[in-house]
């Protein structure tokens, strides 16, 4: 797992909470512009800076705006594009219609300005339909009759307001003119009924700021309909506040987009939304008020259908009331409250049928595990880990067949059946999915890049029902993060189990409570005198039925489990202990400790360590706390906060594996360091390679430059070790001086050198063993 700051696309910044503030504002500042420059002016002849340039402002400003939101989000949401689109459409019809008022032409109707008018009619309704269908696959029936009751309620009110154009377009004369006159307020009409149907999905989260959208449109409807009303009796004037209206709407609608681009937002936040029972409320009393008023005056016909059609769908739920709610009682208890999609019970209840219905056709389960999602809840918080799930999910179900099922089984796994596929087709399948994954996820205030395991069991070869598929992938997900090979397929023979890693979590607290933990320390070895400086700390774990054990056969494990805070704990107290008992001999050396990710940003970690240290009668100084490169673009401003607090206490930092990673070297320059350890790849081939040589003297001239020192890890060899010295490289770890050992073992090798005074010469140095230390 790696994070990153959120960027916008091509290099431009992200839009947060402060770029999308100063464009909403811009927006409505340009409207407020116009509308007052409507208030000022005086002449009923044409204004150029009003009915010109202000005019044109007020379209062609939110457009513009509405494609750099499409660019900055990298054309990815269709919603955006097309409400771009109508921006764009509404600005080209105004801008026609200026320039022909401006030559003192009267526009007539239809013109060239109407086909731009239309086409924000056109793409604004496609906006609302990639809304709503967004959302129908989390809708429960009484919501949508409830959005379909919104709708039509609120179109029967429209009907009746509307009433006088439609009864001019039916009775009178029959006109080209006349039809697209009458075609806008019941364009309008559609635009009003959509949102108020998407008013009703109460609860439902259908994007940032899109109570904006819903005013911009009621707003530019209500001016059409003013239009339409005042044109029809000969009373319209240009400069009034109605046009005003049109500028404000299209400004609000602007303003949406605006907010679809924002990458801020808290993680799982959701969109305000009326009260459950409000549009079918209010929208049974508009129904009625219609009927009645029918009942004294001449009512449209079309008013009456659709108030008579509101109510009866009013009514529906009454009538099935009961089974409505057994039926969305039954989908909540098979669907995952997260992630929207079918839960564990949904699957063992659904694949058994699957299996049934197809007989012995051919079909994969495949188990997908995300790698590191422990780390990202610990570090980053459950609500980033939340909305990472959210996200993944999403991913996840675009890439699935009509036919396929995806289910959640719980915390960070999840379950794919795939049904007349083979082993070949099930991992062609498992690359796509995983190929889906490589994207960063934008989790608002921090990007982040997760990968994922994948384990495959086929029916009916590998198991005869789901739990025995079940079992077969877990096994072969297991495999696969072990190899990190990505996926696995289970074949019944190869399965990898190494006793050494399968490690329960009550095994891991027993190792942690019973003294299990113990420390090796590596000397470290100034290349110009041939002191030994310092030490660095490793952790190891006897085992009671397995012996000694490495770090990578069980750090990952103590990750999962939560328990890195607990280790890091024994191990800062045991290293800090060894450290006392070196300076109560006369050994002056400091004790280098690695540290995780969630340890790093733990405000808490700095009073720690001042207590450890002072508890024992030690400075500070005496403690090296080694951080990878990952750890700190994870979380950097929390990272700069705590590292600074431990560099004020005397505690020295350095940073481990450098150029191992990919992240920015600006870090060097933001964060308190005082050591880089070069990466024991550039080492090894060093002696055997020009450009590895280049890359060593390049970086510890960068380390002297920033008043940093250097320190060399996996020195194996003299040449390598001579080759650091007259490159100037400070420090060396390596077998080529000594492997890890126990304390009592590193004293006597001391004492063997002379006690740090004089120190053995390059050939009588104590190599270790040809392998390399793993580390924690």
Known sequence: MTTEEPAGRRGFPAIDGRHSRVWILGLLAVAAAFSAGLAFRSAEEF????????????????????????????????????????????????????????????????????VGYTGFYVFMLATLAVVIRRRLPDMTWPVVLDSAVGALGASAMLAVVLDPILNTVLDGPRSLAMALGAAYPLLDLVLVAAVIGIAATTGRNIGRGWGLLVLGLLTFAGADIGYALLELNSVYAVGTPLDASWALGIALIGAWVVMQGRTDDAPGAEARALPSQAVPALATLASLFVLILGTQVRVLVLAVVLASLTLALAALPLVFRQRIRLADVQRQARTDELTGLPNR???????????????????????????????????????????????VSARLAGQLRPTDLLARMGGDEFVLHVENVGAGEAQAVALKLRSALAEPFDLG???????????????????????????????????????????????????????????????LKEAVCGDQLLLHFQPKV?????????????????????????????????????????????????????????????????VAVNLSAPSIIDSGLPAQIGTMTSARGLSPSVLVLEITEDVLVADRDRARTVLTTLRDLGVRIAVDDFGKGYSSLSYLRELPIDELKLDKSFILSMTDDSRATALVVSTIDLAHSLGLDMTAEGVESAGAYRALSDYGCDLAQGYFMSKPLPAAELDAWLTERGQQTQPAPFSDLHPGPAAVVARP
């Open 47 to 114: 204004s150029p800076l009003v009915d010109g340039l202000l005019a044109l402002l007020t379209v062609w400003v939110p457009a513009a705006v509405g494609w750099l939101v499409v660019h900055r989000t990298g054309r990815r949401r269709l919603e955006i594009i097309l409400a771009a689109g109508a921006l764009s459409c509404q600005a080209a019809g105004e801008t026609y219609y200026v320039l022909k008022s401006a030559t003192g032409e009267d526009v007539p109707l239809p013109s060239a300005a109407d």
């Open 345 to 391: 019970r949904a699957l063992y209840t659904d694949v058994p049928k699957r299996l049934a219905a197809n007989g012995r056709r051919r079909s994969a389960v495949l188990l997908l595990d995300l790698d590191k999602f422990k780390e990202i809840n610990d570090s980053l918080g459950h609500d980033v880990g939340d909305a990472l799930l959210s996200q």
């Open 445 to 507: 205030s921090v990007t982040v890049h997760v990968n994922a395991s994948i384990g495959i069991s086929c029916y009916p070869d590998q198991g005869q029902d789901l739990t025995m598929l079940l079992r077969r992938a877990d096994l072969a997900m297991y495999t696969a993060k072990s190899t990190h090979s990505g996926h696995f397929v289970y074949d019944g023979g190869e399965i990898i189990f190494d006793p050494r890693q399968a490690h329960t979590v009550q095994t």
């Open 526 to 590: 100034d290349l110009a005198t041939g002191d030994v400086r310092g030490v660095e700390a490793l952790v190891r774990w006897q085992h009671p039925d397995l012996g000694l054990l490495q770090p990578d056969d069980f750090l990952k494990r103590f990750e999962e489990a939560g328990l890195m805070p607990a280790l890091t704990g024994i191990v800062l107290g045991k290293a800090l202990d060894q450290a006392a008992a070196w300076a109560a001999k006369g050994r002056d050396l400091t």
